[in-house]
């Protein structure tokens, strides 16, 4: 009979009386203290396994809650120990103190979160994309009247789109961060921030054109010439992202950084407590191209604005005026708090704070 060995998972955590498995039983992990976990789907091999630390216990001098059996099993080959007690000595996790029910590093406590002050964000967050989304079936279904026509519904509707996506970086922001929500955050951001202000750009634009009456000729632009505009800007930023998505995917998946490519691990000293720790995003160098270009946006949106209000100073009806005048005050209030933001950030290690109040700094940049 043949077998093919290399498609067979050789299961090192399995007890050896209970699977009659010959390799059960031979995992490096402390029992004690660690939990053998199997690697499925790495066929005939040894090492197929990591012993994760049992819960309310930490791993020493480490951020990982895991040893890696082949690690063990190198230290072994140079380790005159025993096999028991190498496991004691390799494999052990500490227990966490008794002041707190779970630790993330070392003795430090993993830091409570306020459920109220989080819920109660993404509730207005939803109710403001549910105002969203009835607004736009309204846009959409009074397209042919003189308000819509003349205000660019189809732009309002991209405005709308973008407000969505940001919107929803909140309840990204809700859960604890991992390698996969810190990577999918700057995705709804970057985008959101593309159709959003990439749609009163445009909108500012073409009625600086409009009021453009002195010269010899006069440009037209016309409603799908902006969406080309617009499309071409979302491309931009989404080619953008997938750079930076595969860079960091990759740099994940060969272990150069390993987990904490985008994450890292935050001490604070609490008032009246002890030292606890929380995860955060780590910030990469791409952060400070990205934020960069957000801001140079902005302010060449500001810059359109400051023309149009020269060129339509005279002209143009009142509805007009505070359209404009909201559009030109959406730039300025981004400008002013991602600016502030930034600088809190880099500069100000905004994100050390507690993460509960660096939740609600977010959330209060969304509006």
Aim: hydrophobic share 40%; aromatic share 12%; net charge neutral.
């Amino acid at each position: 009979v043949t077998v093919p060995l290399m498609e067979v998972d050789l299961d090192q955590c399995a007890e050896h009386e209970e699977s009659q498995n010959i390799f059960g039983g031979t995992n490096l992990c402390h029992e004690s203290t660690t939990k053998c976990v199997p690697i499925p789907h790495r066929g005939f091999q040894r090492n197929n396994y990591f012993c994760q630390c049992l819960p309310n216990h930490f791993r020493p001098n480490s951020d990982y809650h895991y040893f890696n059996a082949s690690e063990m099993e190198e230290q072994k080959l140079h380790n005159d120990t025993t096999s028991n007690s190498l496991r004691l000595i390799q494999s052990r996790c500490e227990p966490c103190p008794a002041e707190c029910g779970n630790c993330s590093v070392d003795p430090l406590c993993s830091i409570q979160f306020d459920s109220m002050i989080r819920i109660v964000p993404c509730m207005v967050q939803l109710t403001m994309i549910i105002f969203c989304c009835i607004t736009g079936f309204l846009v959409y279904k009074l397209k042919n009247s003189k308000v819509m026509t003349t205000s660019l519904w189809v732009m309002l509707e991209m405005i709308l789109v973008g407000s969505v996506f940001m919107y929803s970086t909140v309840f990204i922001r809700f859960l604890e961060p991992s390698v996969l929500l810190c990577m999918l955050e700057p995705w709804f951001r970057e985008l959101g921030y593309a159709i959003f202000y990439g749609a009163i750009v445009l909108k500012l634009y073409r009625s600086l054109l409009d009021h453009r009456t002195r010269r010899a000729y006069r440009c037209v632009i016309r409603d799908r010439d902006l969406l080309k505009y617009l499309t071409g800007l979302i491309v931009f930023v989404l080619g953008y992202m997938a750079a930076w998505t595969a860079l960091t995917a990759h740099l994940v998946n060969e272990g150069l950084t390993s987990f904490y490519l985008t994450q890292s691990i935050v001490q604070v000293q609490l008032l009246g407590g002890a030292p606890q720790a929380f995860r955060i995003c780590k910030g990469l160098w791409w952060d400070y191209v990205t934020e960069t270009c957000e801001i140079l946006f902005a302010v060449f949106g500001l810059l359109i604005a400051w023309h149009l209000r020269k060129a339509a100073k005279q002209t143009g009806s009142a509805m007009e005026h505070q359209e404009r005048r909201a559009l030109t005050i959406s730039l300025i209030l981004e400008l002013f708090f991602s600016t502030l933001l930034y600088v809190g950030r880099h500069i100000l290690s905004l994100e050390t704070q507690h993460p509960d109040h660096v939740f609600l700094v977010y959330f209060a940049r969304t509006h």
